[in-house]
Structures are given as C-alpha cells and as structure tokens.
C-alpha cells in the first residue's frame, strides 16, 4: 500500500501544479485583451502635429478611418457626430502604449486642439464658433500619443461648419407691404 500512497502524493502535487500555474496571471493586469497587439505597432516617424506628437505609420489596410458629421442644434450649439472604422476608443485610465486600432479622438477648431473624446458624441458650445466658415477636424490618436497615420499623412476628417449672427432677440423691425425692413416712417407721395 505504500507505494499507492507515492501514486497518490505524487498525482496530488502534479494537480496542484497545474491549479496553481492556470491561476497564475489570472488577473487582467498588464495582459493585452483579445485582439490586442503585444508587439509594437506601425513605424514611427520623424513627422509630428502641431503639438510635436509623431506620427505612427500603418499600412492602409490596417489603420482606422475617422469621420464627422456636424448638424446645427436650436440653442445655436452644433452636435458633433464621429463615425469609425477599424477603431475603438479607449476608456480613461488606459495605459499609455499603442495598440492597434484604438485610441482616443481629438477635436480641431481651425487647427486649435478643441477637447479629446473617448466616445463619438460631442456637443459644441456655440460660443466656441464666431460668426463665418470655420472647419472642425477630428484626428486619431494612439494611447502613447502618436497620431494614427497613413502614406506619411494623418488619419483624420474635417468638416466645415457655418455660424450665422444670432437672431436679434426682442422687437424687430417691421416690414412694407412688399417684405422689405422698414428703417424709416413711410411718407405718402
């Protein structure tokens, strides 16, 4: 009987070694997500945006495509849509290394950084767009930020939005019998 217990003693400590290594790393932690890329991702390049992020080359079949969509709202705000591809947007707190296809958005005013989004809604305040043609950019970024890039060029979109004069509020200024604002009392001739 001894050597049955050997048996067991032995297969006892051979469970618990494989238990024990499969609960290992168990955690989340610091392990790339299904999809993930653990390898460095694109090429970088010695090319940079306006605030001297570089540029983070992929082939085109690879990287992400942006686009936006800017409709007026009735408080005179302009509702901002982005639509992606080959993207998704990292929540806060993700560790700052890049990982194919996911990153965060970043809004462009006229070429002034506007706010960073890691979702593809934004409401643009109507104090932000003075009166005329202004164009608004959304670009895409990695977690490290770099900017995603193809053929030397940065993975974005642009939209063109006009803002009129807000309608005056109170009275307003009558009109002739033929539509055109009256300025001045009408005289009889």
């Keep these: 009987m001894s050597w049955t217990r050997g048996v067991l003693a032995v297969l006892a400590v051979c469970v618990l070694l494989l ?4 609960g ?34 992929v082939d085109a079949e690879q990287a992400p495509e942006a ?23 990292s929540p ?13 958005a970043r809004l462009f005013l006229d070429g002034d950084h506007l706010t ?15 009166r005329g043609t202004h164009q608004l950019t959304v670009r895409l970024y990695a977690d490290d930020d770099t900017v995603w890039a193809v ?5 974005e979109s642009t939209a063109d939005i006009t803002a009129s004069e807000a309608e005056p509020t109170g009275a307003t200024q009558p009109e002739d019998i033929e539509g055109r604002t009256v300025t001045e009392p009408a005289t009889d001739r």
């Design 19 to 22: 238990t024990g290594s499969a």
């Design 67 to 89: 686009g936006i969509e800017v409709q007026p709202e009735a408080d005179a705000s302009w509702d901002v849509r982005l639509t992606v591809r080959d993207f998704r947007f």
């Design 24 to 57: 290992c790393g168990a955690g989340d932690e610091g392990e790339p997500e299904a999809g993930d890329s653990a390898t460095p991702v694109g090429r970088l390049l010695d090319t940079t945006d306006e605030e001297g992020r570089r540029y983070r080359e």
């Design 116 to 130: 960073s989004l890691r979702g593809p809604r934004y409401r643009l305040a109507a104090d932000l767009v003075p």
């Design 151 to 155: 053929d030397g060029e940065p993975v």
């Design 92 to 104: 806060e707190g993700t560790e700052a290394k890049a990982v194919a296809g996911r990153g965060v």
